[in-house]
Nanobody, 124 residues
Framework: VQLQASGGGLVQAGGSLRLSCADS????????MGWFRQAPGKEREFVAA????????YYTDSVKGRLTISRDNAKNTVYLQMNSLKPEDTAVYYC??????????????????WGQGTLVTVSS
């Protein structure tokens, strides 16, 4: 199992970034994938999730309308397009595979495989 997140960096407020998470082990096949983030001194929090087919997406309220999750199953990759970024979006972003087909999509304990994280820094 190997999830490789990339695309993070330093951007000014209002700018955009696109995160990618490549699943080299194809562990995500058939499962929901999610993005979480963890800011310094804070707990890891849910950002977005997407069903295997891509027809269902879920977002935390603070990112709705600004961040968009998508996936390309042929490439075993999930993306997070981040627009209109704010300083409060600054965090390490992690992708993860949700195990099983029950349980809450926004609960990190429901996810069994995690990428290494990519740092997003938004300056004001």
């Amino acid at each position: 199992v190997q999830l490789q997140a990339s695309g993070g960096g330093l951007v000014q407020a209002g700018g955009s970034l696109r995160l990618s998470c490549a699943d080299s082990g194809r562990t995500s096949s058939g499962y929901v994938m999610g993005w979480f983030r963890q800011a310094p001194g804070k707990e890891r929090e849910f950002v977005a999730a997407i069903s295997w087919s891509g027809d269902r997406t879920y977002y935390t309220d603070s990112v709705k309308g600004r961040l968009t999750i998508s996936r390309d199953n042929a490439k075993n990759t999930v993306y997070l397009q981040m627009n209109s970024l704010k300083p409060e979006d600054t965090a390490v972003y992690y992708c993860a595979v949700k195990l099983g087909y029950s349980g809450s999509y926004d609960n990190p304990s429901q996810y069994g495989y995690w990428g290494q994280g990519t740092l997003v820094t938004v300056s004001s």
